[in-house]
């Protein structure tokens, strides 16, 4: 079941498109949780999972790796990829590791 989810806006040429991210219920997996995950991109749909000892780490971590995807991608490279205003970040918690990565409000996202 999906919990939570976060449209960002991809320009292109003459339109923008809609790119869901959709977060889904984590569940009991054998011994530990895991969350899965989707990033709707323009040419493929991403389906991916994070795993915790229990449910909210199971979930932080996926709010995590989201973000990671989203901060990897060529989408974001590209500078036309945004949620709200154009540079002000997308609102997701990132790692320590990649906090160079970020932009605008995400600057000052302590996570």
Known sequence: ?????????????G?????EVL????????SSWVC???????????YNFSAG???VQALHLTLQKICIDIYMSKYHASGRLSWGETGA???????RTGRDL?????LNFEG
Do not use: C, K, N
Request: net charge negative.
């Open 23 to 30: 977060i889904s219920t984590p569940e009991r997996d054998g």
């Open 102 to 106: 970020l932009i605008g409000d995400d």
């Open 36 to 46: 899965r995950y989707e990033i709707g991109w323009p040419h493929e749909r991403r």
């Open 1 to 13: 079941m999906i919990i939570a989810e976060r449209v960002l806006s991809y320009r292109t040429d």
């Open 15 to 19: 339109s923008e498109l809609q790119i």
């Open 89 to 95: 970040g997308y609102g997701f918690p990132v790692p």
């Open 53 to 55: 000892i229990d449910a």
